[in-house]
Protein backbone atom coordinates (compact mmCIF):
# COMPACT_ATOMS: atom_id res chain seq x y z
CA UNK A 1 0.00 0.00 0.00
CA UNK A 2 1.20 3.33 -1.09
CA UNK A 3 1.90 5.73 1.94
CA UNK A 4 0.54 9.45 0.54
CA UNK A 5 1.12 12.46 2.59
CA UNK A 6 -1.24 14.16 4.23
CA UNK A 7 -1.11 17.15 2.06
CA UNK A 8 -2.80 15.01 -0.56
CA UNK A 9 -5.11 13.36 2.01
CA UNK A 10 -6.72 16.21 3.10
CA UNK A 11 -7.07 17.74 -0.24
CA UNK A 12 -10.53 17.50 -1.94
CA UNK A 13 -11.06 16.62 -5.29
CA UNK A 14 -12.22 19.61 -7.40
CA UNK A 15 -16.07 19.21 -7.77
CA UNK A 16 -16.21 20.43 -11.36
CA UNK A 17 -13.20 18.09 -12.64
CA UNK A 18 -15.11 15.54 -10.87
CA UNK A 19 -18.75 15.82 -12.75
CA UNK A 20 -16.83 16.64 -16.13
CA UNK A 21 -15.06 12.96 -15.67
CA UNK A 22 -18.70 11.22 -14.97
CA UNK A 23 -20.13 13.37 -17.84
CA UNK A 24 -17.72 11.84 -20.17
CA UNK A 25 -17.85 8.58 -19.05
CA UNK A 26 -21.27 8.75 -19.52
CA UNK A 27 -20.71 10.19 -23.25
CA UNK A 28 -18.31 7.49 -23.59
CA UNK A 29 -21.01 5.14 -23.37
CA UNK A 30 -22.98 6.59 -26.55
CA UNK A 31 -25.23 8.68 -23.77
CA UNK A 32 -25.98 12.39 -25.29
CA UNK A 33 -24.94 14.10 -22.29
CA UNK A 34 -25.03 18.02 -21.97
CA UNK A 35 -22.01 19.35 -19.82
CA UNK A 36 -22.89 22.98 -17.52
CA UNK A 37 -20.48 22.14 -15.30
CA UNK A 38 -17.30 23.50 -16.88
CA UNK A 39 -16.34 26.99 -16.66
CA UNK A 40 -14.98 27.05 -20.16
CA UNK A 41 -16.38 29.33 -23.29
CA UNK A 42 -17.24 27.59 -26.10
CA UNK A 43 -15.90 29.91 -28.74
CA UNK A 44 -13.21 29.47 -30.59
CA UNK A 45 -10.17 31.35 -29.50
CA UNK A 46 -9.92 34.35 -32.04
CA UNK A 47 -8.01 33.54 -35.14
CA UNK A 48 -5.72 36.80 -34.93
CA UNK A 49 -4.50 35.28 -31.84
CA UNK A 50 -3.97 32.10 -33.41
CA UNK A 51 -2.12 33.54 -36.02
CA UNK A 52 0.00 35.05 -33.74
CA UNK A 53 1.11 31.54 -31.83
CA UNK A 54 1.78 30.17 -35.41
CA UNK A 55 3.84 32.98 -35.98
CA UNK A 56 5.95 32.95 -33.01
CA UNK A 57 6.93 28.85 -33.91
CA UNK A 58 8.05 29.96 -37.25
CA UNK A 59 10.26 32.59 -35.65
CA UNK A 60 11.65 29.79 -33.22
CA UNK A 61 10.03 31.58 -29.81
CA UNK A 62 10.66 27.39 -28.79
CA UNK A 63 12.62 27.92 -25.65
CA UNK A 64 13.05 28.47 -22.40
CA UNK A 65 11.17 31.58 -21.09
CA UNK A 66 11.74 34.29 -18.07
CA UNK A 67 10.09 32.98 -15.18
CA UNK A 68 8.02 35.52 -14.83
CA UNK A 69 7.58 36.34 -18.53
CA UNK A 70 9.13 38.03 -21.49
CA UNK A 71 9.16 42.07 -20.80
CA UNK A 72 6.88 43.01 -24.01
CA UNK A 73 4.41 40.66 -22.68
CA UNK A 74 4.41 42.22 -19.21
CA UNK A 75 4.78 45.72 -20.64
CA UNK A 76 1.13 44.71 -22.84
CA UNK A 77 -0.57 43.77 -19.55
CA UNK A 78 0.78 46.66 -17.39
CA UNK A 79 -0.76 49.00 -20.29
CA UNK A 80 -4.18 47.05 -20.75
CA UNK A 81 -4.02 47.32 -16.61
CA UNK A 82 -4.14 51.23 -17.60
CA UNK A 83 -5.85 51.26 -20.29
CA UNK A 84 -8.78 49.35 -19.56
CA UNK A 85 -8.84 49.36 -15.47
CA UNK A 86 -6.70 52.79 -14.76
CA UNK A 87 -4.55 51.37 -12.89
CA UNK A 88 -0.69 52.07 -12.62
CA UNK A 89 1.94 49.22 -12.42
CA UNK A 90 5.50 48.90 -13.75
CA UNK A 91 6.46 45.80 -15.88
CA UNK A 92 7.93 44.23 -12.86
CA UNK A 93 5.00 44.50 -11.06
CA UNK A 94 3.68 41.80 -13.34
CA UNK A 95 4.29 37.83 -12.96
CA UNK A 96 2.73 35.91 -15.94
CA UNK A 97 2.25 32.16 -15.12
CA UNK A 98 -0.03 28.83 -16.49
CA UNK A 99 -3.00 30.18 -16.29
CA UNK A 100 -4.99 32.51 -13.40
CA UNK A 101 -4.86 29.21 -10.67
CA UNK A 102 -1.18 29.18 -10.64
CA UNK A 103 -1.03 32.57 -9.78
CA UNK A 104 -3.79 32.79 -7.21
CA UNK A 105 -1.37 29.85 -5.71
CA UNK A 106 1.25 31.95 -5.73
CA UNK A 107 -0.44 34.92 -4.15
CA UNK A 108 -1.05 32.59 -0.80
CA UNK A 109 2.03 30.11 -1.08
CA UNK A 110 4.26 33.49 -0.46
CA UNK A 111 2.22 35.44 1.87
CA UNK A 112 0.73 33.01 4.08
CA UNK A 113 2.31 31.41 7.35
CA UNK A 114 0.86 28.07 9.19
CA UNK A 115 -2.90 29.16 10.77
CA UNK A 116 -3.01 32.43 9.12
CA UNK A 117 -6.72 32.57 8.09
CA UNK A 118 -8.25 34.11 5.01
CA UNK A 119 -11.46 35.36 4.70
CA UNK A 120 -13.18 34.40 1.98
CA UNK A 121 -17.07 35.14 1.20
CA UNK A 122 -18.72 32.51 0.11
CA UNK A 123 -20.31 31.09 -2.21
CA UNK A 124 -16.70 30.92 -3.95
CA UNK A 125 -14.52 29.59 -6.39
CA UNK A 126 -13.77 25.65 -5.86
CA UNK A 127 -10.03 25.69 -5.06
CA UNK A 128 -9.86 28.71 -2.94
CA UNK A 129 -9.92 27.10 0.50
CA UNK A 130 -8.15 23.86 -0.56
CA UNK A 131 -5.40 26.23 -2.11
CA UNK A 132 -5.19 27.78 1.41
CA UNK A 133 -5.40 24.31 2.59
CA UNK A 134 -2.29 23.81 1.18
CA UNK A 135 -0.65 26.92 1.99
CA UNK A 136 -1.03 25.84 5.44
CA UNK A 137 -3.53 28.84 6.26
CA UNK A 138 -7.29 28.43 7.53
CA UNK A 139 -10.47 29.72 5.84
CA UNK A 140 -12.90 31.61 7.81
CA UNK A 141 -16.03 32.20 6.00
CA UNK A 142 -18.72 34.86 5.28
CA UNK A 143 -21.82 33.16 3.99
CA UNK A 144 -23.72 35.72 1.55
CA UNK A 145 -26.87 35.40 0.53
CA UNK A 146 -29.27 35.60 -2.31
CA UNK A 147 -31.32 38.40 -0.73
CA UNK A 148 -27.85 40.33 -1.24
CA UNK A 149 -27.42 38.92 -4.80
CA UNK A 150 -24.42 36.91 -2.81
CA UNK A 151 -22.31 39.96 -1.88
CA UNK A 152 -21.01 40.62 1.76
CA UNK A 153 -21.23 43.72 3.70
CA UNK A 154 -18.89 45.84 5.17
CA UNK A 155 -19.99 44.87 8.91
CA UNK A 156 -19.86 41.37 7.77
CA UNK A 157 -16.32 41.54 6.58
CA UNK A 158 -15.66 43.40 10.01
CA UNK A 159 -17.42 40.76 12.17
CA UNK A 160 -15.19 37.98 10.30
CA UNK A 161 -11.79 39.93 11.09
CA UNK A 162 -9.58 38.44 13.99
CA UNK A 163 -6.07 38.72 14.79
CA UNK A 164 -5.08 36.00 12.80
CA UNK A 165 -6.26 37.67 9.65
CA UNK A 166 -3.33 37.90 6.79
CA UNK A 167 -5.52 38.03 4.06
CA UNK A 168 -9.20 38.10 2.43
CA UNK A 169 -10.33 36.38 -0.98
CA UNK A 170 -12.75 37.26 -3.51
CA UNK A 171 -14.08 37.49 -7.20
CA UNK A 172 -15.61 40.00 -8.96
CA UNK A 173 -17.50 38.86 -11.37
CA UNK A 174 -18.05 36.03 -8.93
CA UNK A 175 -17.96 32.35 -9.49
CA UNK A 176 -20.02 30.88 -9.44
CA UNK A 177 -22.68 33.33 -8.94
CA UNK A 178 -22.31 35.97 -11.04
CA UNK A 179 -22.45 38.72 -8.69
CA UNK A 180 -20.18 41.79 -9.00
CA UNK A 181 -19.61 44.66 -7.01
CA UNK A 182 -20.21 47.84 -7.33
CA UNK A 183 -17.44 50.97 -7.18
CA UNK A 184 -19.71 51.82 -3.80
CA UNK A 185 -19.89 48.56 -2.67
CA UNK A 186 -15.86 47.77 -3.57
CA UNK A 187 -15.71 51.40 -1.79
CA UNK A 188 -17.49 50.05 2.00
CA UNK A 189 -15.06 47.09 1.99
CA UNK A 190 -12.10 49.58 1.75
CA UNK A 191 -13.44 51.64 4.46
CA UNK A 192 -12.73 48.45 6.58
CA UNK A 193 -9.35 47.30 5.40
CA UNK A 194 -7.89 51.03 6.43
CA UNK A 195 -8.54 49.81 9.46
CA UNK A 196 -6.47 47.21 9.61
CA UNK A 197 -3.14 47.59 7.27
CA UNK A 198 -2.02 44.24 7.65
CA UNK A 199 -4.57 42.60 5.64
CA UNK A 200 -3.87 42.02 1.97
CA UNK A 201 -6.43 41.40 -0.68
CA UNK A 202 -6.24 38.76 -3.53
CA UNK A 203 -8.74 40.10 -6.34
CA UNK A 204 -9.68 37.76 -8.61
CA UNK A 205 -10.69 39.48 -11.99
CA UNK A 206 -10.56 36.60 -14.32
CA UNK A 207 -14.72 37.45 -15.37
CA UNK A 208 -13.96 40.84 -15.87
CA UNK A 209 -15.13 41.42 -19.55
CA UNK A 210 -18.16 38.89 -18.86
CA UNK A 211 -19.85 41.90 -17.11
CA UNK A 212 -23.40 43.09 -17.77
CA UNK A 213 -23.84 46.28 -16.07
CA UNK A 214 -21.42 48.21 -16.90
CA UNK A 215 -17.43 48.56 -16.90
CA UNK A 216 -15.62 46.53 -14.51
CA UNK A 217 -14.51 47.65 -10.60
CA UNK A 218 -11.42 46.93 -9.30
CA UNK A 219 -10.63 47.24 -5.78
CA UNK A 220 -7.37 48.09 -6.22
CA UNK A 221 -8.38 51.53 -7.74
CA UNK A 222 -8.51 52.58 -4.64
CA UNK A 223 -5.00 54.42 -3.31
CA UNK A 224 -5.68 53.55 0.34
CA UNK A 225 -5.19 49.39 -0.54
CA UNK A 226 -3.34 49.50 -3.86
CA UNK A 227 -0.20 48.26 -2.08
CA UNK A 228 -2.08 45.42 -0.29
CA UNK A 229 -4.16 44.03 -3.70
CA UNK A 230 -3.04 41.35 -5.35
CA UNK A 231 -4.57 41.43 -8.48
CA UNK A 232 -4.74 38.09 -10.31
CA UNK A 233 -6.53 37.73 -13.67
CA UNK A 234 -5.76 36.29 -17.40
CA UNK A 235 -6.93 35.35 -20.83
CA UNK A 236 -9.04 32.15 -20.60
CA UNK A 237 -12.67 33.73 -19.99
CA UNK A 238 -12.28 36.75 -21.95
CA UNK A 239 -10.28 35.54 -24.78
CA UNK A 240 -11.26 31.72 -25.15
CA UNK A 241 -8.14 30.44 -24.48
CA UNK A 242 -8.94 28.30 -21.48
CA UNK A 243 -6.15 25.39 -23.16
CA UNK A 244 -3.36 27.96 -23.43
CA UNK A 245 -2.75 28.24 -20.28
CA UNK A 246 -1.99 31.99 -19.07
CA UNK A 247 -2.86 34.13 -16.08
CA UNK A 248 -1.31 36.48 -14.38
CA UNK A 249 -0.59 38.61 -10.94
CA UNK A 250 0.02 42.31 -10.54
CA UNK A 251 1.16 43.41 -7.17
CA UNK A 252 3.46 45.12 -4.77
CA UNK A 253 7.02 44.56 -6.37
CA UNK A 254 8.02 42.53 -3.09
CA UNK A 255 5.21 40.15 -3.62
CA UNK A 256 5.29 39.89 -6.99
CA UNK A 257 9.29 39.53 -6.88
CA UNK A 258 8.59 36.15 -4.22
CA UNK A 259 5.78 34.94 -6.64
CA UNK A 260 8.60 34.57 -9.47
CA UNK A 261 11.06 33.64 -6.90
CA UNK A 262 8.30 30.08 -5.92
CA UNK A 263 7.22 29.75 -9.59
CA UNK A 264 11.00 29.59 -10.17
CA UNK A 265 10.95 26.34 -8.28
CA UNK A 266 7.73 24.88 -9.51
CA UNK A 267 7.26 25.65 -13.23
CA UNK A 268 9.50 28.39 -13.78
CA UNK A 269 8.17 30.16 -17.45
CA UNK A 270 4.85 30.06 -18.95
CA UNK A 271 4.72 28.39 -22.68
CA UNK A 272 6.63 30.97 -24.83
CA UNK A 273 4.42 30.23 -27.34
CA UNK A 274 1.39 31.39 -25.54
CA UNK A 275 2.74 33.97 -24.41
CA UNK A 276 3.39 35.75 -27.86
CA UNK A 277 -0.37 34.83 -28.54
CA UNK A 278 -1.40 36.48 -24.48
CA UNK A 279 0.60 39.87 -26.34
CA UNK A 280 -1.34 39.64 -29.68
CA UNK A 281 -4.65 39.06 -27.67
CA UNK A 282 -4.03 42.25 -25.39
CA UNK A 283 -2.68 44.49 -28.10
CA UNK A 284 -5.67 43.33 -30.88
CA UNK A 285 -8.62 45.45 -29.31
CA UNK A 286 -11.60 44.31 -27.64
CA UNK A 287 -14.13 43.67 -30.60
CA UNK A 288 -14.37 39.56 -30.52
CA UNK A 289 -13.97 39.92 -26.42
CA UNK A 290 -17.39 42.42 -26.60
CA UNK A 291 -19.06 39.80 -29.51
CA UNK A 292 -18.70 36.91 -27.11
CA UNK A 293 -19.97 39.22 -24.03
CA UNK A 294 -22.79 39.84 -26.10
CA UNK A 295 -23.50 36.08 -26.91
CA UNK A 296 -23.30 35.53 -23.35
CA UNK A 297 -25.71 38.24 -22.32
CA UNK A 298 -28.30 36.70 -24.85
CA UNK A 299 -28.13 33.18 -23.00
CA UNK A 300 -28.75 34.61 -19.88
CA UNK A 301 -31.70 35.47 -20.73
CA UNK A 302 -32.95 32.53 -22.50
CA UNK A 303 -31.68 30.48 -19.52
CA UNK A 304 -33.10 32.51 -17.01
CA UNK A 305 -36.63 32.42 -18.82
CA UNK A 306 -36.56 28.58 -18.74
CA UNK A 307 -34.85 28.61 -15.25
CA UNK A 308 -37.53 30.66 -13.90
CA UNK A 309 -40.88 28.61 -14.94
CA UNK A 310 -39.42 25.64 -13.26
CA UNK A 311 -41.79 25.78 -9.97
CA UNK A 312 -39.45 24.67 -6.65
CA UNK A 313 -36.62 26.20 -8.26
CA UNK A 314 -35.50 29.64 -6.91
CA UNK A 315 -32.99 31.46 -9.55
CA UNK A 316 -32.05 35.42 -9.24
CA UNK A 317 -30.47 37.12 -12.18
CA UNK A 318 -26.45 37.36 -12.44
CA UNK A 319 -24.98 40.46 -13.05
CA UNK A 320 -21.52 38.58 -14.50
CA UNK A 321 -19.91 35.85 -15.24
CA UNK A 322 -21.54 32.63 -17.35
CA UNK A 323 -23.30 30.61 -14.50
CA UNK A 324 -26.58 30.20 -12.54
CA UNK A 325 -26.72 29.60 -8.95
CA UNK A 326 -30.02 28.22 -8.07
CA UNK A 327 -31.28 27.58 -5.04
CA UNK A 328 -32.21 23.28 -5.35
CA UNK A 329 -33.41 23.13 -1.28
CA UNK A 330 -36.90 22.80 -2.33
CA UNK A 331 -36.49 19.19 -3.84
CA UNK A 332 -34.38 17.78 -0.85
CA UNK A 333 -36.33 14.73 0.68
CA UNK A 334 -38.22 14.26 -3.08
CA UNK A 335 -37.68 10.27 -4.21
CA UNK A 336 -36.92 9.82 -7.90
CA UNK A 337 -39.29 7.33 -9.70
CA UNK A 338 -37.15 4.46 -8.35
CA UNK A 339 -37.64 5.12 -4.81
CA UNK A 340 -33.91 7.18 -4.09
CA UNK A 341 -34.22 9.94 -2.12
CA UNK A 342 -32.55 13.23 -2.71
CA UNK A 343 -31.42 14.67 0.70
CA UNK A 344 -28.70 17.54 -0.74
CA UNK A 345 -27.39 19.64 -3.59
CA UNK A 346 -25.03 16.69 -4.65
CA UNK A 347 -27.48 14.11 -4.69
CA UNK A 348 -29.98 16.78 -6.95
CA UNK A 349 -26.10 17.45 -9.28
CA UNK A 350 -25.84 13.39 -9.76
CA UNK A 351 -29.56 12.61 -10.53
CA UNK A 352 -29.57 15.32 -13.32
CA UNK A 353 -26.50 13.56 -14.33
CA UNK A 354 -27.73 9.91 -14.69
CA UNK A 355 -31.33 11.02 -15.57
CA UNK A 356 -31.73 13.81 -17.72
CA UNK A 357 -27.68 14.00 -18.38
CA UNK A 358 -26.81 17.49 -17.94
CA UNK A 359 -23.62 17.84 -15.85
CA UNK A 360 -23.91 20.83 -13.21
CA UNK A 361 -22.08 21.16 -10.02
CA UNK A 362 -23.33 20.96 -6.60
CA UNK A 363 -23.12 23.76 -4.53
CA UNK A 364 -21.22 22.26 -1.89
CA UNK A 365 -18.60 22.43 -3.63
CA UNK A 366 -18.18 26.28 -3.59
CA UNK A 367 -19.70 26.80 0.24
CA UNK A 368 -23.43 26.80 -0.46
CA UNK A 369 -25.39 23.70 0.38
CA UNK A 370 -28.90 24.49 -1.11
CA UNK A 371 -27.58 25.37 -4.79
CA UNK A 372 -26.02 23.82 -7.57
CA UNK A 373 -23.73 25.89 -10.55
CA UNK A 374 -25.33 26.07 -13.76
CA UNK A 375 -22.80 27.31 -16.59
CA UNK A 376 -24.40 28.86 -19.45
CA UNK A 377 -21.36 28.52 -21.60
CA UNK A 378 -23.06 26.29 -24.53
CA UNK A 379 -25.06 27.10 -27.82
CA UNK A 380 -28.17 28.23 -27.64
CA UNK A 381 -29.30 25.15 -28.79
CA UNK A 382 -28.13 23.07 -26.14
CA UNK A 383 -29.06 25.13 -23.59
CA UNK A 384 -32.69 24.75 -24.39
CA UNK A 385 -32.72 21.23 -24.44
CA UNK A 386 -30.75 21.20 -20.97
CA UNK A 387 -33.32 23.11 -19.22
CA UNK A 388 -36.02 21.22 -20.68
CA UNK A 389 -34.41 18.19 -19.30
CA UNK A 390 -33.77 19.43 -15.80
CA UNK A 391 -37.25 20.74 -15.64
CA UNK A 392 -38.58 17.19 -16.87
CA UNK A 393 -36.41 15.37 -13.88
CA UNK A 394 -36.95 17.79 -11.29
CA UNK A 395 -40.81 18.07 -11.50
CA UNK A 396 -41.31 14.17 -11.50
CA UNK A 397 -39.60 14.13 -7.94
CA UNK A 398 -42.49 12.77 -5.77
Known amino acids: MTILSNRINNLAESQTIKMAKLGRA ?21 QFIKDAAAEAMANNFTYYTPVSGYPDLRKAIAEKLKRENGLDYGFDQIVVSTGAKQALANALMVMLNPRDEVI ?23 NATAENNFKITAAELEAAITPKTKMFMFSSPCNPTGSVYSKEE ?31 ESIAQFP ?42 ITSGTCSITQKAGVAALNGGLKEVHEMRDAFLKRRGIVYDLLSQIEGLKVNLPDGAFYFFPDVSA ?13 NAE ?28 SYAASEEELREACKRIGEALTSLK
Request: charged share 20%; with cysteine; net charge negative.
Open 26 to 46: LSAQGISVINLSFGEPDFHTP
Open 120 to 142: IPTPYWVSYSEMVKLAEGESVFI
Open 186 to 216: LAALVSVFEKYPNIYIISDEIYEHINFIGGH
Open 224 to 265: SVKDRVILINGFSKAYAMTGWRIGYLAADKEIADAADKLQGQ
Open 331 to 343: FFGKKTKDGEVLN
Open 347 to 374: DISLYLLNTAHVSTVTGEAFGNEKCIRI
